[in-house]
């Protein structure tokens, strides 16, 4: 038996007020210490005092009904009431058992209920404050127990397009669920019970509308149920996706732009490369773009751009109806990139062709018309490229072959393109510092009677040393210095160098010297070209008469004021005009006699004819007597042979320069060569 002593502490140590009356006396027998300290007191204390003492004398008026009804019925009661412990307002459940009946002793065992009847005072505010909010929300939300419909808002039954909640409860969730959905949210759910994800709901009428899903474990109605809040996703998702179209389309024409172009490549990379499909890369670029924006504003240049992208579209469209696939983007400013997948190289000429035929009628531009043209340039996947960046880059090599081919033109990628690019790149870079490296050198190739006997003049041609031993000639680099706007300098230092042979060639007994300067067209248009040439003779002090200027027929084309100045100038310093390459452009003879050029160089391209071709001869002759007869001299280049040498003799032409009687030589070369023309006599 356990000591009675030890049971009286355990009683004091329990969360329980416990006590024990005299029914009679109705004085306190027992009170363990936390039903004492109802009324302040401690266990001791509180034996032998009456109840009016220890709860008061209010709370004994109070229960004392329910202390009767149970003496008298000899049967447990319960009640709860409040009551203050230390001045703390509590809410306690009060048990009181009588002995029997009649009772002699009535024991009391209340326990202090105020934590939990605040939890649930809070469990029924939630539950009132989740029925508001199921009512009022603007989500869907439904309840379910283990996957039946259990309740159900009016916004939900709204937005799945049903009138009463009774069509709806008592059916699976899984009913309003897209089917193909099934399996993603079961996955879900088993990875986190309580989530939010994006799904699809079913319609009354069967439509599938996006939604968000976010599901938790609630009680409601009493009951542990799975509350559902279904978020309506179709404004977002138009939302999302007119974003996505903004970041990947052209805001003009609509049409997919380069971001997506990039994109689209890279997919068609990966699907032909697994199925081993080549494809086409059409880089095309409007002609005329320019002069419709010069001309009548941008405005109406976009007019064109909007008018030929739907042009565009539309023959893709019906490719891709033929079984063609075809694709096109906006590349920038007046570039189209099309891609389309074709079975042979014939079947893409076809559809090229057919491509073509939209730009031979003319676009509307208010109330004009223009015809519009294109330049094309076709990479193939994979012999061109394997990336989108190199597919493009060479489609846009051989659209530039196509330009300059003369526009409205296709052009097919090569390799030989490639090459060209990346020496050209080469070529740029070491320009720059080869002028200040003292890289470039000057070989002289003289100009003689047409007996060999008589030097008449020397022409300058340009070598650059790139001191890895290699000799660059000059059709090598001077196309791309030219179009990089590199040459000008190059050109001065050409002038400077021949001009400082000049006074070494007369001291080494050539009398009257001339030497021949060749001129690059930029040089030639330079606005103090005239300027700096008359003032490096100057500083020679030497005459005009020892230099002459070889210009192509294209550069005197364009005959302007700033252009009959210059050759007025020059003319009256003594300098010398050539034309360079004669009979290969279109100028008329009596025009070049205006210009008051002295100098006809006959092209190497009629020499090398001689003597076998009667139509070079034929040329060849014409052009020296018409020469002649307007007072110029003719030189003919290219001379090689003793046969072209009688030849051009018979027909009457007087000065020769050509591998037959001297290659271009460097200047020790040439000064040796002279000495020995000279010892001659
Ligand atoms: P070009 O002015 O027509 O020069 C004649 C070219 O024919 C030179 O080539 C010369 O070496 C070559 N040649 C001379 N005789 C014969 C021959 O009998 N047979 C053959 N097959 N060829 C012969 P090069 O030196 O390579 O120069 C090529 C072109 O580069 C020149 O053609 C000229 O247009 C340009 N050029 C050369 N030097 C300069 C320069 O300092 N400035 C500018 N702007 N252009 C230059
Ligand atoms: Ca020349
Ligand atoms: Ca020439």
Redesign the pocket.
């Known amino acids: 038996m356990l000591p009675l002593e030890d049971l009286l502490r355990l009683m004091d140590e329990v969360p329980v007020m416990l006590a024990c009356y005299d029914a009679v006396t109705q004085r306190c027998l027992y009170a363990n210490r936390a039903y004492a300290a109802l009324g302040g007191f401690t266990p001791t204390e509180a034996i032998g005092r009456t109840a009016d003492e220890i709860v008061g004398v209010e709370v004994n008026a109070r229960i004392r009904p329910d202390l009767e009804r149970a003496l008298v019925e000899g049967r447990p009661l319960t009640y709860a009431r409040s009551a203050s412990v230390n001045g703390a307002e509590r809410w306690i459940e009060v048990t009181l058992v009588p002995s029997g009946v009649p009772a002699s002793l009535m024991f009391i065992v209340a326990t202090d209920m105020t934590a939990h009847r605040a939890a649930e005072m809070a469990s029924r505010q939630n539950a009132d404050r989740l029925a508001k909010f199921m009512a009022a929300s603007v989500e869907g939300i439904a309840f379910h127990k283990d996957g039946v419909v259990t309740d159900i808002n009016p916004p939900l039954l709204r937005l799945l397009g049903y009138e009463s909640p009774h069509e709806m409860i008592g059916r699976l969730t899984t009913d309003f669920v897209e089917p193909t959905e099934l399996a993603h949210v079961r996955r879900v759910l088993a990875a986190a019970p309580e989530t939010s994800y994006e799904s699809l709901a079913v319609q009354r009428d069967g439509t599938a509308i996006p939604v968000e899903y976010t599901v938790r474990n609630m009680e409601w109605a009493g009951r542990q149920q799975r509350m559902i809040i279904v978020r309506d996703l179709r404004e977002t998702h138009a939302a999302r996706s007119r974003i996505r179209f903004l970041a990947a389309h052209d805001a003009l024409t609509s049409l997919p732009n380069r971001a997506r172009l990039d994109e689209h490549l890279n997919e068609m990379i990966a699907l032909s490369g697994e199925q081993q499909q080549p494809f086409a890369v059409l880089f095309l670029d409007l002609d005329q773009l320019k002069r419709v924006n010069d001309s009548l504003g941008h405005a109406s240049g976009d007019e064109v751009l909007i008018a030929l992208a739907g042009k565009l579209r539309a023959f893709c469209d019906e490719c891709n109806q033929h079984g063609t696939h075809a694709w096109l983007a906006r590349h920038g400013g007046d570039e189209f990139v099309m891609t389309c997948r074709t079975g042979t190289r014939l079947e893409l000429i076809g559809l090229i062709e057919r491509l073509r035929h939209i730009f031979d009628t003319p676009t509307r531009v208010g109330t004009r018309q223009f015809r519009v043209t294109a330049s094309i340039g076709v990479a193939l996947f994979p012999d061109d490229g394997d990336t989108p960046t190199q597919l493009l880059k060479n489609a846009d090599a051989a659209m530039y072959l196509a330009k300059s081919a003369g526009r409205d033109t296709v052009r097919f990628f090569d390799q030989a393109i490639a090459r060209e690019a990346d020496r050209a790149l080469m070529i740029e870079e070491a320009l720059g510092p080869a002028l200040v490296n003292g890289e470039f050198e ?2 002289y ?1 003289p100009a003689v009677s047409a007996d060999g006997m008589r030097l008449l003049s020397v ?4 070598r650059w040393n790139r001191g890895d031993g290699g000799l660059w ?3 090598e680099f ?1 196309p791309i210095a030219e179009s990089m706007h590199q ?1 000008v300098p190059i ?1 001065g230092w ?1 002038i400077d160098t021949a001009l400082d042979q000049v006074a070494h060639w007369r001291a080494l007994g050539w009398l009257e010297p001339l030497v021949a ?4 067209s930029n ?1 030639f248009r330079a606005p103090d070209f005239v300027d700096s040439l008359l003032a490096a003779l100057t500083r020679r002090n030497l005459p005009g008469t020892c230099l002459q200027l ?1 210009v192509t027929e294209r550069m005197l084309m364009h005959e302007d004021a700033a252009l009959q100045d210059a050759l007025t100038r020059l003319r009256t310093a003594g300098v010398s005009l050539a034309i ?2 004669f009979g290969t452009g279109f100028s008329s003879l009596s025009r070049l006699r205006t210009l008051a050029v002295d100098t006809l ?1 006959i092209d ?1 391209s009629f020499v090398r004819e001689l003597p076998a071709s009667a139509s070079s001869s034929a040329i060849v002759n014409t052009i020296v007597d018409l020469a002649h007869g307007l007072s110029m001299t003719t030189i003919a ?4 042979t003793l046969e072209q040498q009688r030849c051009l003799q018979g027909l009457g032409c007087r000065v020769m ?4 009687f001297a ?2 030589m460097p200047a020790a070369q040439f000064d040796r060569w002279l000495q020995q023309l000279l010892a001659r006599g």
């Open positions: 000057l070989h190739q022409e300058a041609l340009i000639m000059p059709d001077i040459f050109g050409v300067v060749n001129l690059s040089q070889e360079d390459d160089k190497q280049e290219g001379v090689e320069q050509g591998f037959l290659k271009p």
